[in-house]
């Protein structure tokens, strides 16, 4: 791959004096983002609200979005939302939960088919009742908690547990961000929204793992570098990994973005925020956590006898 060779395979940047300022700079950004939660909250769509979710395609020609509109607002339904994608031959139509259970909501539909029928076809049609979309809150906050649970079970048996609790840091700071971006871009959070977190912690934890396993590594390898050397060393040895992972991800997320449809849109953006916020937090708050929580090196007995020798490797 072209990209391959203008990679540096040595660098020497100093990541962990970016410690200083990355973590008031996250700390700062994650009190902001509980801050939009609480003030602005969630745009949940159909699946956690309830309510009738209808994707209509125009027969011939253009979506008419006013038109769409003022049909359905005379149908006496409250609160509705219109929105054009698809190249303008295609509208979502989002209808609030009516009172009556299932049976109301079927109704909804029934009345929209004969409003629109003649002129639209109708691609999709969801009908979530309060029941279904409280139990999927609960699921879907479960899922998360787990996911997190999860990590760091397997992360205090497989590395120290200094390693369990800053990849846990890590997480904990890509989810509140995340769930900062969704208050602040009011982007309609749904399950495949929930599919995004989990898939930005993955890929986080993925990264946080692979610097991890590096500084391990060299842990047993250097033993007469500094803390800071070491951690700065590692990082920068799985640079070239890490960039070219993003770009690649990068990449097909763009692709999602520009060419996907209006449903896999909202999961294509939170993807690409967290492709950026997952690669930071794994460089700048997983890596310094492990000086905050007293990992050390551990010198061996030349190093001790010469301490003024330049750090060599460990046979």
């Known amino acids: ?21 990355a973590f008031p700079f996250s700390a700062l950004l994650s009190i902001l983002a509980v801050a939009l939660f609480f003030a602005w909250g969630m745009n949940f769509g159909i699946d956690f609200k309830g309510g009738t979710l209808v994707e209509l395609q125009a027969r011939q020609g253009q979506v008419n979005v006013a038109d769409i509109r003022e049909r359905a607002t005379a149908l006496g339904l409250g609160g509705i939302e219109v929105q054009e994608f698809g190249g303008g031959r295609d509208a979502s139509l989002r209808v609030e939960l009516q009172p009556g259970g299932d049976q ?157 449809s209006e449903v896999i849109k909202g999961f294509a953006y939170a993807m690409l925020f967290g492709l950026v916020v997952g690669t930071y937090s794994s460089v700048f708050i997983a890596a310094p956590m492990l000086i905050y929580l007293g990992l050390r090196t551990t010198p061996s007995a030349d190093a001790v006898a010469a301490p003024g020798k330049t750090p060599q490797a460990a046979e």
Do not use: C
């Not at 791959?1 to 410690?19: A, C, H, K």
């Not at 509140?176 to 971006?181: N, R, S």
């Not at 934890?205 to 692979?210: A, F, G, M, Q």
């Open 1 to 21: 791959m072209w990209l391959v060779r203008y990679i540096p395979e040595e660098t020497g940047f100093g990541f962990m004096r970016g410690r200083l300022f």
């Open 104 to 260: 109301a909501q079927q109704g909804v539909v029934g009345r929209l088919r004969e409003s629109f029928e003649r002129d639209y076809e109708f691609r999709r049609v969801e009908v979530v009742g309060p029941r279904v979309s409280g139990e999927l809150v609960q699921s879907g906050t479960l899922g998360v908690v787990l996911a997190i649970l999860s990590v760091l079970v397997y992360l205090w048996f497989r590395f120290e547990w200094q390693f369990a609790v800053g990849a846990v840091v890590a997480t904990l700071h890509d989810l509140v961000l995340t769930i900062g971006f969704f208050a602040i871009t009011q982007i309609e959070f749904d399950m495949t929204s929930i599919a995004a977190i989990l898939t930005i912690l993955g890929y986080s934890l993925n990264d946080t793992v692979v610097v991890y396993d590096r500084i391990r590594e060299t842990l047993r390898k250097y033993k007469r570098m500094t803390i800071y050397e070491l951690i700065d060393l590692a990082v920068n040895q799985t640079l070239s990994r890490t960039i070219l992972t993003g770009v690649t991800t990068f990449l097909a997320l763009i692709a999602l973005a520009i060419f996907g």
